[in-house]
């Protein structure tokens, strides 16, 4: 996010990242024909076989395939206020990290008389058609019935949508021909953002048609509409010299945009550029979390290198926990939390609450990005190209990989081994895994810090934070790995849905973060445990990256707020121990499992990452919090006792943007039944190790690897809870031939 000199604490969420309320407006429509007409654009780039727009192509067709769905036949109870319904709406898609978003009545002259298809959307069904998937999530494959029949149904018109929503996606800085990491990205500015425009507008209209709304998404590659004329007419644009110009961005953005029968407020056209206001508090950045200083976080910085200072971290030759290699108890895919309590291995509620996927289905906002985060397990694996030529060099793949993954929007990349102890032993279905890559580049996806203050942790936004993430990574780790198998090497993303790999290792590996006292969550020093991850594994040759050291295992040692605020007591307020052949916090996996998916206040939970210290606003009022917390070891304590008393980690109303809504029996999304979980700190409570009761299950408790029932035996896992040994018990044990 670069410098910033002011909080945003109290600017609503809906408002955005940007002051367009600051902006002169105009209560006269433009003269819409004036506005230069969009053009398609092709994910085609045949004369640059090694250029990213090649790997963005399938996710952009796919996309295009689902940007219209079926309507929910029961109608949601939704606001009806036009204001909050178009302040809601904007808010979803600056969640989903839009730069700019504006709202206008549906010009009939924006209509095209020859809407444009994606040509890629055909050999795209051809494709899928046989396509089978290995994922033990629940519901998927209804997700994927519905996908391979609502791909071949014709579109109608859209005469009877009345409103648009513009998304406007900004670009970075064009790379340079000569800066390390450039060559699969140059030139694709507009593809890049044209797909992440893409990925928020089918998002949006899934979620319009779950609330029982007719609504389609358009791109920059299948459209029924101007797109540049609805920037115009929703004040997002203005036409200067001849050509679409944004506020604070210029010429340089791309556009999507939903058209829909969803009655909202709408925004007026802007006035022209040379009548707006010249503002000081956007050049230092007053009331908004961009300004003129930070706008561009490649301003400065390469891409290779991400928009974070991660140059500037410890780097050690070894994580900062002990892992044993030779021993890591490699267990099946199986024993995946989600997949047990479906199969009904932590008992009947438990089932009935993962059953088709309930827990994700039962927020819309979650339900309308996973339809799309299921059609993306399609792509996540396939044959490769073969060129006639491979690139060969690690360090120079390498930083392709990483510029390219930085200029895409992941939040932080590492690259390491892919050990064989990282593999699961069994697939989905059963089979043995044989690793086939040796090398794996991990990524993070950052939650978002805004809508995480405005949350509890475990109420009705929680599952759709996940969700965001998770389908980030899909999209953006999808087409690393389609460039990488289409240079010549085999390359698989493993995600929330379909992964074959135990992700936490890898990112200690690659120097992402260090083991937390939440148990399997690594911590990531600049956007703390906030984050969720997903791995591309590959034979490609890669340089490695090193583990890092910033002093966490310390500072948890004097802290323990993630384990006094967790609703199900599910983290440890001991000391680490030995699980598998790692040294880690080891956490209840099946009491956070069970809160999670059987709350009733909320849908989900990641309260441990919202309350923890470490989650920052990334201001500059908080360096000081990091250099302390990385290089003062003994002030550990302080700084914890600190954060509870400056009420760090509370909920933020200001922040709070989404419709709690609960999916109810007859089908639609409805006022939820149960109170809804908002809760405050509880700087009072004295959690004490002696007093926790907490179960594990290492490998020799693991499930068999098929896809039946296989109960949990909740005693002998508290005893194995008991059993556990100290990092420095088990090496001794291990001198002495005793393990
Ligand atoms: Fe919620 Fe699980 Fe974290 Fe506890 S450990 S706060 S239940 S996500
Ligand atoms: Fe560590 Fe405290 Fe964060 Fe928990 S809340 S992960 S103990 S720093």
Redesign the pocket.
């Known amino acids: 996010m670069g410098i910033r000199f002011f909080s945003t604490k109290d600017r609503p969420f809906h408002m955005g990242p940007y002051p367009l309320e600051r902006l002169k407006r105009t209560s006269s429509m433009p003269d819409l024909n004036q506005v230069p007409a969009s053009k398609q654009l092709d994910f085609h780039d045949l004369d640059t076989p090694h250029s990213l727009v090649n790997a963005m192509g399938e996710y952009q067709a796919m996309m295009d395939a689902i940007r219209d769905g079926a309507v929910n036949p029961t109608p949601a109870t939704a606001p009806s206020d036009p204001q909050e319904r178009s302040n809601h709406m904007k808010a979803f898609g600056y969640f989903q990290d839009t730069s700019m978003i504006g709202v206008c009545t549906l010009p009939r002259s924006a209509l095209l008389v020859e809407p444009t298809r994606n040509s890629d959307i055909d050999r795209l069904a051809n494709d899928i058609r046989t396509k089978q998937t290995k994922t033990l999530t629940s519901g998927i494959d209804q997700i994927m019935a519905a996908l391979k029949e609502s791909i071949e149904a014709p579109l109608e018109a859209i005469d009877h949508h009345t409103h648009a929503i513009v998304l406007l996606v900004e670009h970075h800085r064009d790379p340079k021909a000569h800066e390390p990491g450039s060559e699969w990205i140059m030139g694709t500015q507009d593809h890049r953002a044209a797909l992440r425009g893409t990925e928020t507008a089918v998002i949006l209209a899934e979620y319009l048609h779950l609330l029982g709304f007719s609504a389609r998404a358009h791109t920059s590659s299948s459209s029924d509409v101007d797109m540049n004329q609805l920037a115009v007419a929703a004040g997002l644009a203005s036409v200067e010299k001849g050509r679409l110009f944004a506020p604070y961005i210029g010429e340089g953005f791309g556009l999507a945009v939903v058209t829909t029968n969803f009655e909202m407020a709408v925004d007026e056209p802007l006035a022209p550029w040379i009548d707006q206001p010249n503002s000081p508090a956007w050049w230092v950045g007053k009331g908004t979390s961009k300004s003129a200083l930070n706008r561009d976080p490649y301003a400065k910085r390469r891409y290779v290198d991400g928009a974070h200072p991660f140059e500037k971290l410890k780097r050690v030759d070894t994580p900062t926990t002990y892992i044993d290699e030779e021993r890591v108890a490699r267990v099946p895919k199986r024993t995946d939390m989600f997949a047990r309590a479906q199969f009904g291995d932590l008992g009947k509620k438990q089932q009935e609450a993962a059953s088709g996927g309930w827990y994700a289905r039962k927020s819309a906002h979650s339900f309308s990005q996973r339809r799309v985060l299921g059609a993306f397990v399609l792509l996540q694996d396939g044959e490769s190209a073969a060129p006639a030529q491979r690139p060969t060099e690690a360090e120079r793949n390498a930083e392709n990989v990483k510029a390219a993954s930085y200029f895409l929007g992941v939040d932080a990349v590492g690259i390491s081994r892919c050990p064989d102890w990282t593999w699961y032993s069994h697939d989905a279905t059963g089979t043995p895994i044989d690793p086939p890559h040796n090398n794996a580049i991990s990524m993070i996806i950052d939650q978002g810090y805004e809508t995480m203050e405005g949350a509890s ?2 109420d009705w936004i929680a599952v759709a934070q996940s969700m965001r993430a998770y389908l980030r990574f899909s999209l953006l780790g999808g087409i690393i790995a389609k460039q990488i198998r289409n240079l010549g090497y085999k390359a698989k993303a493993h995600s929330v849905m379909d992964g074959e790999v135990l992700q936490p290792p890898l990112l200690l590996l690659s120097g992402l973060g260090e083991v937390s006292r ?1 148990g399997e969550v690594i911590l990531n020093p600049l956007l703390g445990p906030r984050l969720k991850s997903g791995a591309v594994t590959t034979d490609m040759p890669l340089a490695h990256d090193k583990p890092i050291d910033f002093g966490l295992q310390n500072f948890c040692e004097s802290c323990n707020k ?1 384990a006094r ?4 007591g ?2 440890t307020a001991g000391p680490k121990r030995m699980f598998n052949g790692y040294e880690i916090w080891k ?1 209840d996996s099946v009491k ?1 499992t069970t ?2 998916i059987t709350t009733e206040g909320g849908a989900m ?4 990452m919202k309350t923890c210290p470490w989650n920052l606003e990334g201001i500059f009022k908080e360096k000081p919090f990091r250099w302390a917390a990385m290089n003062m070891p003994k002030a550990a304590p302080i700084l914890a006792k600190l954060d509870d008393t400056l009420g760090n980690g509370g909920v933020n109303d200001a922040k709070k943007w989404w419709w709690d809504l609960e999916l109810k029996e007859d089908g639609g999304y409805k006022e939820p039944a149960a109170p809804i979980n908002r809760r405050d700190l509880d700087p009072d409570l004295d959690l004490k190790f002696e007093d926790q009761t907490l179960a594990v299950y290492p490998a020799n408790l693991a499930p068999w690897p098929y896809p039946y029932p296989f109960p949990m035996d909740r005693e002998a896992g508290i005893q194995a809870y008991r059993d556990m040994i100290s990092a420095d018990e088990y090496k001794a044990r291990l001198a002495r031939g005793e393990t």
Do not use: V
């Not at 605020?565 to 199900?568: I, Q, R, V």
């Not at 939970?605 to 441990?608: D, K, L, V």
């Open positions: 942790g475990d939440i993630c605020e967790c609703p199900s599910a983290i956490s956070c809160y999670r939970c990641g309260r441990c």
